[in-house]
């Protein structure tokens, strides 16, 4: 278990540890009584613990509560998700405790503060770890005090390199990062503004650049050039039915470019929704077509692949034998046998297009829809010399940060068709709640669809969800209300969407299980209860299913009574910015990239991002600079 966690924290080998930073910096110098707490400020205070308890919260979240007591007084604890305190904290022993004092009613207490038993606490500032898995903080905190007293990494950084930067070398940097000397203060140490961390943020990026360009150089070895290269382009623009943007021409243009390199195409698509990224897809499968080779298209859902599947018939209007294979499709063993003997040229489909029973004559491209919602494996589940075409509104942390890193080909549809308008997005809470439903009702009698979002099942039960669906659906019951939840069964949850989308039913209430997949051109409104329950890619995405057609939309995000100020600065950042693209690099910032090199989709965000954007530019130089003279 505790080596799924550190393989998970990108730990290999034991001084791959000793380039993990740590998670803050406490300064256990000055002590202070329990009644000489102030609130609003960090404290370091020592004392024994009485009445800890674990109390169960809502989903799986915990809460551990007690008191520290001292000769002046005692001060109530609080952790949160640290059930496993109560268990390991003995009451006869003493312990140094450090962390933000705040004021809960009339009394103060101190929140997630650090636990280090008194007799063990050391002076000065300490650097604190987090919780990773199974790993207590105290385990990692005992692993790297190992490490830093055995023989630390070699500086194997080139000298030209350091010098040009002026980087100190790495035993120093890791020493003052895991012992701080006292040479930095608390503060420089926490904003990590120092040049130890300056080090430690170029070698991980030198280290993981250096593993990018190996392995694109070696995808390069694989010739799978196919004769697609413009000026095709302008023949697969002539088609009826489309008419390309700049931005869709100039996408379609890298495209084929690709295509027609003696190298496998690892390139991601992205566009706001409506921009036009079916159209562009659509028209690579049919370029890979006109030169002889098979393509394929996968999307997360059912409904998905069938509307790609439609508007493929409508582009190429018979032109190419096409095929859609999804856990639904009649005769599946007929499809699969006419893919594995090349009778058909294209195929749209799920998850099914991976499966071990799937097989191609000729496959050449791959084009993965709404790629987050597919998992690290799932997307290699092709082989590796297939071109592959990844797109999104909004990326996932890894792929957009694969993107602007160098492993990933980045194409941008930054504008929308003619007539598309951007959707007017609110944030409210209870008290908005009456006015946005009245809007709702007036777009539905005006003819008009919308949604309401609930939150996710998990940890509510779809009883809860199946009767908040009906309160609601009383309300609207003269529209005709569908309530879908990813609990039902396949087939009811099918036919309640279709009836839907088909305009038999005006209002959907359903979870994020309708967060891709549907293209309702008269859906105008969105109301998204619990909204802060939600992360910026996915409040984007939901917003994303209105606002398709040339008509005004609007997306209402409706807060709940437990918000707290992370979420709802999240909230503001949702409603201020309407770029997918903008909301994935504020996601990556926040959540960091995860483990690019490995499977992980997002991470714990350990180097500090303006580090990165400032550094990766400058190892991006180094390294061509130092490849090209080596």
């Known amino acids: 278990m505790r080596a799924a966690a ?70 109530a604890v609080v952790w949160f998700n640290r059930p496993y305190l109560a268990r390991q904290v003995d009451p ?67 000298a ?29 140490l926490n904003q990590r503004a120092t040049n130890a961390h300056q080090r430690v943020v170029y070698e991980r990026l030198w280290r993981q650049q250096r593993e990018l360009r190996q392995r694109r150089r070696s995808r390069r070895q694989q010739a799978v050039a196919l004769p697609v290269q413009p000026p095709v382009s302008s023949e697969l623009t002539s088609l009826p039915a489309f008419e390309l943007t700049t931005a869709q021409a100039l996408a379609l243009d890298e495209i084929l470019a690709d295509l027609g390199r003696p190298w496998p195409m690892h390139r991601l698509l992205q566009g706001e929704v409506g921009s036009g990224k079916t159209v562009v897809a659509l028209l690579a499968l049919e370029a890979v077509a006109r030169s002889g080779a098979q ?94 075409l990844a797109m999104t509104a909004t990326p996932i942390p890894r792929s957009l940060a694969l993107g602007l890193w160098g492993d990933l080909e980045l194409s941008l549809l930054d504008e929308l068709p003619a007539g598309r308008r951007p959707v007017t997005t609110a944030v409210g809470s209870g008290s908005d709640r009456a006015r946005f439903y009245r809007h709702l009702r007036q777009r539905l009698e005006a003819g008009e669809q919308g949604f309401v979002v609930l939150p996710r099942v998990d940890g509510r039960g779809a009883a809860a969800i199946a009767r908040e669906g009906a309160e609601i659906a009383a309300q609207f019951e003269a529209f005709g209300v569908s309530v879908v939840h990813g609990r039902l069964a396949a087939d009811e949850r099918r036919r309640r969407t279709r ?27 969105m109301i998204i209860e619990d909204a802060e329950r939600y992360g910026l890619a996915q409040l984007h995405q939901l917003r994303g299913r209105v606002g398709r ?82």
Request: net charge negative; with cysteine; charged share 30%.
């Open 295 to 388: 393509a394929a298209l996968m999307a997360p859902t059912e409904l998905l692949a069938e509307q790609h599947w439609q508007a493929c018939d409508q582009l190429l209007g018979g032109r190419r034998r096409v095929g859609l294979l999804t856990s639904s499709s009649a005769q599946p063993e007929r499809l699969r046998r006419d893919l594995a003997e090349g009778d058909l040229d294209l195929v749209i489909g799920t998850h099914s297009l991976i499966q071990e029973s799937t097989a191609f004559a000729r496959l050449a491209l791959v084009v993965i829809d709404e790629e987050h919602r597919f998992g690290v494996e799932q997307r290699r589940a092709f082989p590796d010399a297939v071109h592959r």
């Open 92 to 158: 006869e022993r003493r312990y140094r405790l450090h962390g933000e004092v705040r004021r809960k009613g009339r009394q103060l207490e101190l929140l997630n503060p650090s636990v280090i038993a008194a007799a063990d606490a050391p002076e000065g500032i300490v650097a604190t770890y987090g919780r990773h898995g199974d790993i207590a903080p105290a385990v990692l905190a005992g692993w790297v005090e190992v490490l830093l007293d055995g023989s630390l990494p070699a500086d194997d950084l080139p």
């Open 549 to 630: 057609g040339v008509g005004a939309s609007w997306c209402f995000a409706l807060a709940g009574a437990a918000t707290t100020q992370p979420a709802a600065n999240r909230l503001a950042e949702f409603a201020e910015c309407r770029d997918g693209f903008e909301l994935s690099r504020r996601d990556l910032a926040r959540r960091g990239p995860g483990e690019l090199l490995g499977d992980r989709q997002a991470g714990l965000q350990d180097l500090p991002w303006e580090l990165v954007e400032e550094w990766l530019p400058k190892v991006h130089r180094d390294l061509a600079a130092w490849e090209e003279g080596g």
């Open 160 to 188: 030209e390199v350091s010098l040009r930067h002026a980087l100190v070398d790495l035993p120093s940097a890791l020493r003052e990062l895991h012992r701080p000397s006292g040479r930095f203060s608390v503060g420089e």
């Open 6 to 75: 550190l393989r998970q924290l990108g730990v290999r080998r034991p001084h791959d540890l000793l380039l993990w930073l740590p998670h803050r910096y406490d300064d256990h110098s000055t002590r202070c009584a329990v009644a000489d707490l102030e609130s609003g400020r960090a404290a370091t205070v020592e004392g024994s613990f009485e009445g800890l308890k674990t109390i169960r919260l809502r989903g799986r979240r915990t809460m551990v509560r007690g008191r520290l007591v001292d000769s002046s007084g005692e001060l």
């Open 499 to 525: 009836a839907f989308v088909g305009g038999e039913r005006r209002l959907l209430v359903a979870t994020t299980v309708i967060e891709v997949g549907l293209d309702v051109p008269r859906a105008t409104v």
